[in-house]
């Protein structure tokens, strides 16, 4: 459970101020009216916020124990210099001033809540129509999720019917991505985390198949910092003619997988592909779809596209029956994609990432 964040401060306007932004982080406030602060809250709260009426007062030492990190002396007058002053007897880590510095705190309230490295990005690419990104990208994530692995799922073409579609969760209730178009700024983690839809383990943010605004650059972005500030892993599933949102999100892959399959034509149209989108990507690389002996080889594409390979996925028998029953691509931990999945997820530089 996390611990609250610990407000002193007898101002109205003030404590209003300090509430409103850490309902916005999904925040628990604990106000101290005054007295002793709750044993133990003073030394576990991952944030103090101080208004200056308090600091004026000058608080003995029951009702300001002593210095620790993370504590912000909030003032509201510009114009008073003296408040670094009692912010520097305090021991205080910033002084903000209301309204002004109200995107500062709003982020640092959001840090203390939500502690940790981001979560790595995974980015899964068609080569060209019909390569099996969509069916790579959910496998990556139900094989994930099996492991115990937190992982959420983000389906970023609006043209592909929708993921939950492939999951077999179009009934799931939680938002789909018409939802979020709205979004900007930074939302809470853990809001997203518990709104989503679950299916098979993973958490699914999914396109629906009702007319919908195009998605922002900023929406994007605002919602993959959510989802990878929860930790474990986020899967994207990426359109291969890349809009403004598409864009935002290739810049923030830790892994790019280009799914190509072993003809002349697919290695034609994975050209084009990675002309839009290799500047993009920090570590972009090709999963080769070789077919039964005849075409490209993996090595074959990987010299020909000049990036490196992250492993040849054959066809798996069987799945266009499982998805007619509703088994998800990467359910039967002994197919082709599940072992694939495992092995891709267990040497790569992500794998590392996780583990941290």
Known sequence: MTESILIFTEDDGTLDDL??????????????????????????????????????????????????????????????????????????????????DEPWLAERIAEAVEPGAPAPAVGVIGGRGGAGASTLACALAVTAAATGLRTTLIDCDPLGGGLDVVLGSEGAAGPRWPALLSARGRLPGRVLDESLPRAHGVRLLSWDRSDAAPLSADAMRSVLAAARRGGG??????????????????????????????????????????????????????????????????EELSRLLDLPLAGELPDEPGLAAAAERGDPPGRHTRGVLARFCTALLNRSTVAAEVAA
């Open 233 to 298: 892993l986020v899967v994207l599933d990426l359109p291969r003619t890349a809009d403004e949102a598409a864009h935002a999100a290739l810049t923030q892959l830790d892994l790019g997988l280009l799914v190509v399959p072993g003809d002349l034509r697919a290695l034609a149209a994975a050209r084009r592909v990675i002309a839009t989108t290799g500047s993009r990507v920090r570590d972009l690389r090709i999963v080769a779809r070789p077919g039964a002996g005849h075409g490209l080889t993996g």
């Open 19 to 100: 509430l409103r932004l850490c309902a916005a982080a999904g925040a628990e406030p604990e106000v101290v009216h005054g007295g002793t602060v709750p044993a133990g809250r003073w030394e576990r709260a991952p944030l103090v916020l101080l208004g200056d009426d308090r600091a004026l007062a000058r608080p003995g030492p029951e009702q300001w124990p002593g210095r620790r990190p993370g504590v912000v002396l909030v003032g509201r007058d510009l114009d008073d210099h003296t408040v670094w002053e009692r912010g520097l007897a305090l021991g205080v880590e910033q002084v903000v001033h209301l309204p002004g």
